[in-house]
């Protein structure tokens, strides 16, 4: 069993920056492909990015592409979400979440509580 962990949300204004962490206790870190999702009020959760237990391979929605990149400290326990370029349709609650799927953008095993992300105009 995973446990998942996220913080660095917060208050930004278009244009800025912010990263977010997730810390994973209670498991292999390793053996599992990493996600981020986000969910807006009122709408679906939506797959954000995914990292390879190996930090190899990356994959992104379309949305975040270029502007967004996903990172893991197999050592730390850790993944990451830096995000450059915010815009205000990026405001959501974010979640990190864990899968033994291979690189997946739907079926994830464990799920933190998430994190608010505000993005200000």
């Known amino acids: 069993q995973v446990q998942l962990v996220e913080s660095g949300g917060g208050l930004v204004q278009a244009g800025g920056s912010l990263r977010l962490s997730c810390a994973a206790s209670?498991?292999?870190?390793?053996?599992?492909?990493m996600g981020w999702f986000r969910q807006a009020p009122g709408k679906d959760r939506d797959f954000v990015a995914a990292?390879?237990?190996?930090?190899?391979?990356?994959l992104f929605a379309d949305t975040v592409k270029g502007r967004f990149t996903i990172s893991r400290d197999n050592a730390k326990n850790a993944v990451y979400l830096q995000m450059n370029s915010l815009r205000p349709e990026d405001t959501a609650v974010y979640y990190c979440?864990?899968?033994?799927?291979?690189?997946?953008?739907?079926?994830?095993?464990?799920w933190g509580q998430g994190t608010q992300v505000t993005v200000s105009s």
């Open positions: 990292i390879s237990w190996s930090e190899s391979t990356t």
């Open positions: 979440a864990a899968t033994t799927t291979y690189m997946t953008r739907s079926d994830y095993n464990y």
């Open positions: 209670g498991g292999t870190f390793g053996r599992y492909t």
